[in-house]
Each structure stands twice: as structure tokens, then as C-alpha cells.
């Protein structure tokens, strides 16, 4: 009999996917913490390095013993230790922020399709770095004024029941309805905030990129990033709402890449999932009926754009295959 049962599919899915972010997310900090010039930047950034660094090796081991080859994820070959810093100050830890909010989202979902007990403690331990990881990245950028809190609004003096229907009509110039409420600014909110690193990010990648699609895909990313704070802003200014300010770095002169073509086309592959998947969260917990249909227009752009990058990527030979039935 074997000490445990075999690995299922959704299991062996998990843990190969988890692989490629790892070993991509660890290239990425390669870079950052040899151009970090801020000594706390440059200890959050180590620290999780270090955290995380045994866990491919770690995910490698538990495939090879059940016969499955690992996948090859991100090695040397995909980061330029020797490029000039590509991105200024501050920037470094707003990335990783948004790197640790995906990685937060993908293990409590990797947890809800693991039974085996090695991997759910696995997905439990990465998900206590990502925590403390991320709750780091916030307290610097606030404390360095690169980060923007949400908006106040007047506390509630009693607890409400919605009493019409016309709750759930949108902002319109014929009819006076009614302002975004707390749950719906602030899926707004982070709408906005997470594509304007992603702005800088792609812009970023654009400069750099090798290859002719590539570049042109980065650049579509940056319009498309750009048209959906605007879009989003443009709602919470309608209800005299403050916005996020975009003070959270700058893409610098380089052209010298410090990544390969295909790890930056898998980064925005993995910012597009995510964006997908917190945008249909936000879409299901809107009541104002205007903000699900521009939310769906938003949420098809950004995938029919992810989808054209997956082509580039199988084009080029970037795009591992994972397991199959």
C-alpha cells in the first residue's frame, strides 16, 4: 500500500502551474534586487526570494516521484542580470504587490482543488509569504507616499434596506439615481490601481522587447491598460469620487531587456487571468446596472487581448503545455 494516494489531475495542474509562476516570479526579483538603491525595498525583495526559492524545487520533487515530468518553467536563460534597471524607484515594490495579490487569489483556489494533505500544507505555506509579503509591499508604498487609499466616506449612523428597484438603474443624464456604494468603489478602485502599474509594466516590456509582435502586443497592452483607468476613473468622478494618482514609478531609458520575450509575454499572460478573474468578481457584486455592461466590455477586450498574446506565444514556442488527460 502507499503512504498516500496518488496525485489527481487538478492537483497535478495546481502544482505545474505554480511552477511556471515561481521560477518566472524569481528571474524577476534576480533583476529587481540587484538594481534595488533603497535598503528596505532591497530586504522585501530578498526576503522573498528566499521565501520562496525552495518551493519549485520543492514542486519538482513531488512530479518526479509520481513519474511526471516537470515542466521547465523560467530558467537564467530568461533574465539579463547584466541589463541595466528597467523600471525607477518605487516601482520594484508596487510590482511585486501586484504579483503577490495574483499569487494570493491563485493558492486559496489551488487549496479548494487539492486533497492531498503534503500539497494543501504546500499552497498553505506559500499563501502565509504571499500574505506577509504583500502586506510589507502596501506599508512601504503608503509610507513613501506612492500609494493612494481608497476614498472616506461618511461612516453608516444605521443599518439599511434597499426599498426600490431604482437602486439598481445607473448614473444616466435623464434620471437622477443614485451614487456607487462602498462595495462597488472599491472594485473600482482597484481597477484602477492595478492597471496603472500594469501601464508602466507593459510600457516597460514594449521598450525592450526583441521580437517586432511582441513589442506591438506590449504596446497595444499599454493603450488598452490606459483606456480602462480612464474609463473606470471617469465613473467615480461622476460621483465626485478621488481616483488613484499614478506616482508609482517610471519605465527608464534602457533598451537593453533583462528579460526574455517569453517571460515578459507570460507575465502579461498572467496579469490578463488575473484581471479577468478579480474584474468578474467585481462585475457579480455590482448592483448599479451600468457598471456589469461596461465591465463585460472591459473584461472582453482584456481577453480577446490575452488570447491574441497566447498566439504570439505558441507562434515563438514560449508556451509550455501543460498535463493532459
Given amino acids: ?74 530558467t537564467a536563460e530568461d533574465v539579463n542580470l547584466e541589463a541595466p534597471k528597467l523600471f525607477d524607484n ?41 500574505q506577509r509579503c504583500y502586506a510589507k509591499c502596501t506599508a512601504y508604498l503608503l509610507e513613501k507616499g506612492l500609494l493612494s487609499r481608497a476614498p472616506f466616506v461618511p461612516m453608516p449612523k444605521t443599518a439599511e434596506f434597499i426599498k426600490s428597484t431604482s437602486y439598481l438603474g445607473g448614473l444616466t443624464p435623464i434620471s437622477k439615481t443614485r451614487h456607487l456604494n462602498t462595495v462597488e468603489i472599491s472594485n473600482l478602485f482597484h481597477g484602477i490601481e492595478s492597471n496603472i502599474t500594469g501601464i508602466i509594466m507593459v510600457r516597460g516590456f514594449a521598450q525592450v522587447a526583441q521580437e517586432k509582435d511582441a513589442r506591438e502586443f506590449f504596446e497595444r497592452g499599454s493603450k488598452i491598460a490606459k483606456d480602462i483607468v480612464d474609463d473606470l476613473s471617469e465613473i467615480m468622478r461622476k460621483s465626485k469620487l478621488q481616483i488613484p494618482i499614478g506616482t508609482n514609478g517610471n519605465v527608464s531609458d534602457s533598451k537593453t531587456s533583462p528579460f526574455s520575450d517569453k517571460l515578459m509575454m507570460y507575465c502579461v499572460s498572467l496579469f490578463c487571468s488575473f484581471s479577468v478573474g478579480s474584474g468578474s468578481i467585481g462585475t457579480a457584486f455590482s448592483l448599479r446596472n451600468d457598471l456589469p455592461a461596461k465591465m463585460m466590455l472591459i473584461l472582453e477586450d482584456i481577453f480577446n487581448y490575452g488570447h491574441d498574446g497566447a498566439k504570439i506565444m505558441i507562434k515563438h514556442g514560449w508556451m509550455e503545455e501543460p498535463p493532459k488527460s
Fill in 90 to 130: 518605487g516601482f520594484d515594490i508596487s510590482f511585486v504587490r501586484i504579483l503577490k495579490e495574483i499569487s494570493m487569489g491563485m493558492h486559496t483556489l489551488n487549496i479548494t482543488m487539492s486533497y492531498r494533505e503534503d500539497v494543501i500544507v504546500l499552497f498553505q505555506e506559500l499563501t502565509i509569504i504571499t
Fill in 1 to 74: 500500500m502507499p503512504d498516500q494516494p496518488a496525485l489527481t489531475s487538478s492537483e497535478l495542474g495546481v502544482l505545474w502551474i505554480t511552477y511556471q509562476q515561481k521560477t518566472m516570479v524569481k528571474r524577476i526579483l534576480e533583476h529587481l534586487i540587484k538594481h534595488a538603491d533603497d535598503a528596505e525595498a532591497e530586504a522585501i525583495l530578498k526576503n522573498l526570494y528566499n521565501d520562496i526559492s525552495p518551493y519549485p524545487e520543492r514542486i519538482k520533487d513531488m512530479l518526479v516521484k509520481e513519474g511526471a515530468a516537470p515542466p521547465i518553467g523560467f
